[in-house]
Structure formats: C-alpha cells, structure tokens
C-alpha cells in the first residue's frame, strides 16, 4: 500500500524542443517528450500507446495537450487533457481547462480555468 507508486512517471526522453527552439504547428509524439521552448499549435500523443509530456520551467504551449501523463512546470494556454496522471510543479500555469483522472498539485502552481475529473471509461468525445 505505501511503498508502491502508482502514478510512476518514466524519465525517458525520446524527443527534446530546446530552450531556444520555436515550433509552430501541430505534434504528435511517441515516447517521452520534454518542451524546453515554445510551440505554438496542439500537441498530442500517438494513438495507442502511452506517453509523456515534460514541460519546464522555461517551457511554454499556446494550444491544447492532450496525452497519458504530464509533468508541467512550464505554461500552457490551452485545454490539458491528462487521461492517466499530471503534476503540476510549483512554476506551472495552465490557462484552459483541466481534464485529468489523477491530479498532484505542488503549492505555486496555477489553474485558470475548469477542473474536470475523468472516468477511465471517458471517450475522446467528452473533452
């Protein structure tokens, strides 16, 4: 019960949009994604499978997230749809709504925007 987590995060990174880096238009991603700069467009996962999102301190998204699990420090202007896990780190802002089915929240961290709980058995459609 205490000692298994069940929310673990896996730190690898496949793909890495430096600090200086802009990119403008939609991604779609496999594997672990970290944001060190600014993209402007939606970014989303590869269907089937699970993936992660880092977004630091630095880093910044003006569109909608929608993957399995985020690690945010960064900002987002945009609806977030986590469908397993996201942490909010104490440098995070999200101006959107919040679609999540398990929240940790690190005090700092910011939400303007609709908290919305998901059911494992939600669809795409929902959000």
């Known amino acids: 019960m205490f000692g298994k987590k069940v929310n673990k995060i896996d730190g690898k ?5 430096g600090a200086d880096t802009i990119v403008t238009g939609d991604i779609v991603f496999n594997g672990g994604l970290r944001v060190d700069g600014t993209i402007l467009g939606n970014v989303r996962e590869q269907a089937g499978s699970e993936n992660t ?3 630091s301190e630095s880093g910044r998204i003006e569109g909608s997230v929608e993957t399995t699990k985020i690690v ?3 900002t987002v202007v945009g609806p ?3 469908s397993q896990f996201i ?3 104490t440098k995070a802002r999200i101006t959107g709504d919040l679609y999540y089915k398990s929240l940790e929240m ?3 961290s910011v939400i303007d925007g609709k ?6 058995n939600a ?3 929902e959000v």
């Open 13 to 17: 990174i496949d793909t890495l949009i």
């Open 123 to 125: 669809t795409n459609d």
């Open 72 to 74: 945010l420090n960064g």
């Open 115 to 120: 908290l919305v709980h998901t059911e494992e």
């Open 106 to 108: 690190h005090m700092g």
């Open 80 to 82: 977030v749809k986590a």
């Open 87 to 89: 942490e909010l780190q």
């Open 53 to 55: 999102i880092f977004l």
